[in-house]
């Protein structure tokens, strides 16, 4: 673009503002792939969270069985023991769901990047405007 100093007021507003209408479309685009791929990430920790829960339930059903049957053969009886094995694995369960509920929180959702650069954008329109 060439710079002409002989314009007039109407074609400086036209092109502020044509280059405005510019900046908020790629503004748009970048919301719309930092949306993109803050979706691909929720799946993919939902599917890594499903994947592990489908794997582990039958190792953990043994385990269980296992730590019951250690704790029985110490003497404990065998309805305190489940109970033990039991409380343990609901523990561990309640950790992993804390963490994956983390993982897809507001804010580790939050498209940084695009706000971020709207923050700049204002700047510059503002300064464009005086």
């Given at each position: 673009?060439?710079?002409?100093?002989?314009?007039?007021?109407?074609?400086?507003?036209s092109?502020?503002?044509?280059?405005?209408?510019?900046?908020?479309?790629?503004?748009?685009?970048?919301?719309?792939?930092?949306?993109?791929?803050?979706?691909?990430?929720?799946?993919?920790?939902?599917?890594m969270?499903?994947?592990?829960?489908?794997?582990?339930?039958?190792?953990?059903?043994?385990?269980?069985?296992?730590?019951?049957?250690?704790?029985?053969?110490?003497?404990?009886?065998?309805?305190?023991?489940?109970?033990?094995?039991?409380?343990?694995?609901?523990?561990?369960?309640?950790?992993?769901?804390?963490?994956?509920?983390?993982?897809?929180?507001?804010?580790?959702?939050?498209?940084?990047?695009?706000?971020?650069e709207?923050?700049?954008?204002?700047?510059?329109?503002?300064?464009?405007?005086?």
């Amino acid at each position: 673009m060439t710079l002409r100093t002989d314009r007039s007021i109407p074609e400086l507003f036209s092109d502020a503002f044509a280059q405005l209408a510019k900046l908020i479309g790629n503004e748009f685009a970048l919301a719309r792939a930092e949306l993109s791929e803050k979706a691909g990430q929720a799946g993919k920790a939902a599917a890594m969270m499903g994947a592990g829960a489908v794997i582990m339930i039958p190792a953990l059903v043994m385990l269980l069985f296992a730590a019951a049957a250690a704790l029985m053969h110490a003497g404990i009886s065998d309805p305190l023991a489940y109970l033990i094995a039991g409380g343990g694995a609901a523990i561990v369960s309640l950790g992993l769901i804390a963490v994956g509920i983390n993982r897809l929180s507001g804010d580790a959702m939050k498209p940084t990047a695009t706000i971020d650069e709207i923050e700049r954008d204002k700047a510059a329109a503002r300064e464009m405007v005086r």
